[in-house]
């Protein structure tokens, strides 16, 4: 049961990604049917309502999923302005998990957003100094210099992620945090050379 349960959630994974959010919902509601104790996939029904900017919908779902999660909660409480409540999830998730970069990318975003640039600031020093001696995905930029508002450089790291096939690519379609890149013209020639599929 684990493994059917499994297919229909990494189908629904790729659902999401395309943009295909009734289908994408339709399978992770299936692999919850399989599983109904997996948070994984329950979480996952919360960021479809995400990527489809139900971020109400999105909230109800994660906030019983307990402090695992807590991530989840935080983009949405970002994309709703309510950057005190998306700050302290970040910050939680970020001190149950560690300093990945990922998150760390997301939360310079997040401070920018609510006014804090020199917060996003210290972020990316700290990303760039530890990319010194470690990988980290041009995406992770990405994000923390759209918390400055510098759209030029974001696109020029997105671009780069292309290049160096960042898997966060696979969100670009969707992603909410890159709306504001969506009308320039690179973004729209990037999401030509991704070629997702319809």
């Known amino acids: 049961m684990e493994l059917v349960g499994g297919c229909h959630f990494e189908y629904g994974v790729l659902l999401a990604g395309l943009g295909r959010e009734d289908e994408a919902t339709a399978q992770t509601n299936q692999a919850i049917e399989l599983d109904p104790l997996s948070s994984l996939y329950r979480n996952w029904l919360a960021a479809i309502a995400f990527f489809s900017r139900q971020y109400d919908l999105s909230i109800k779902l994660a906030e019983n999923l307990g402090d695992e999660w807590a991530f989840s909660l935080g983009v949405c409480y970002a994309q709703k ?6 700050i302290a999830n970040f910050e939680k998730s970020i001190a149950r998990t560690g300093r990945q970069t990922d998150s760390l990318g997301l939360l310079a975003l997040i401070y920018g957003l609510a006014g804090r640039k020199s917060e996003t600031r210290k972020i990316i020093s700290e990303l760039k100094e530890r990319s010194r001696d470690h990988y ?45 890149l969506r009308p320039e013209p690179r973004f729209q020639a990037l999401l030509r050379r991704v070629n997702f599929p319809q």
């Open 81 to 86: 302005k309510m950057y005190p409540e998306a």
């Open 136 to 180: 980290v995905f041009p995406s992770v930029f990405a994000y923390a210099y759209l918390g400055l508002g510098n759209k030029d450089r974001a696109l020029t790291y997105l671009e780069q992620a292309y290049e160096e096939q960042d898997p966060a690519l696979f969100y670009l379609k969707v992603g909410p945090f890159l709306d504001p």
